[in-house]
């Protein structure tokens, strides 16, 4: 009898042990997860030299949803994997930036350069220096951590905060989006970049939903997946255009 009573325990322990280093796992992809697609498209700017199939607006709208994600974990303390997923991601963009400013800045043939400090509207977020994008981001944290610091007793400020984040980086492919419309094309955008994404939204979905995450979280989720569809479905109209050119 007491046999069987110790290995009852000593299964439920094995079961609980292995639950929480699935747990561990899922939250170790979770925090690398959204930064890994970028890894591709890296590789191919770096390889080509060219940023023309890369939307450096996709940095804009991450940077800005993950500074106000981290705000937001200030008044609503959500899981401590999806605010060190935010700090990733930040420095994921950072170095996408630095890369794209490089390449741009070697292959630019007008001497003409334009900086933040220009105050040229036309030419936001189309500056030649990297430490234009730093000063932007500055001038932009800065502010919105005082205002944060300021109404974080507000349940209504912190709330609509965490809307802003999400819906901010439910937009993620947007610019994609629009870009690849614009052109006509994805030629120079990284297809495993947003396969990656898609299997990445999908995953992060999922766990939202598992882990009963704010409804912010869920919404931003599923929109992002449906965005992620609408690209993958100009790669697929857009391959086809070119082959029927090519009949």
């Not at 937001?72 to 170095?95: A, D, N, P, R, Y």
């Not at 936001?124 to 109404?151: M, N, Q, R, V």
Request: proline content about 2%; aromatic content about 12%; charged content about 15%.
């Amino acid at each position: 009898m007491d046999n069987r009573l110790g290995q009852g325990d000593e299964e439920e322990g094995d079961v609980g042990t292995l639950w929480h280093s699935l747990d561990w796992l899922t939250s170790c992809v979770m925090v690398v997860g959204g930064a890994l697609p970028y890894a591709s498209q890296y590789q191919q700017i770096l390889r080509t030299k060219n940023t023309d199939g890369f939307s450096t607006r996709v940095c804009l709208v991450l940077l800005v949803a993950n500074i106000l994600r981290i705000l937001f974990w200030f008044g609503k303390q959500f899981e401590v994997t999806l605010l060190l997923q935010s700090v990733v991601m930040i420095l994921t963009m950072l170095v996408m930036l630095n890369l794209c400013c490089s390449v741009q800045n070697t292959n630019r043939i007008s001497t003409k350069q334009h900086h933040i400090t220009d105050l040229e509207p036309r030419f936001f977020w189309s500056w030649d220096g990297f430490e234009d994008y730093l000063i932007f981001l500055l001038a932009f944290t800065l502010p919105c951590a005082f205002t944060t610091l300021l109404l974080l007793d507000s349940s209504l400020f912190v709330e609509s905060l965490g809307f802003l984040a999400v819906l901010t980086e439910a937009m993620l492919g947007l610019p994609q989006l629009l870009q690849n419309q614009r052109n006509h094309s994805t030629t120079g955008m990284s297809v495993n970049m947003v396969l990656l994404w898609m299997a990445g939204d999908s995953f992060k979905t999922a766990y939202f939903a598992l882990k009963e995450s704010p409804l912010q979280f869920l919404l931003c989720g599923l929109t992002q997946v449906l965005v992620d569809l609408a690209i993958l479905y100009q790669v697929c109209l857009y391959s086809q255009d070119l082959w029927d050119k090519l009949a």
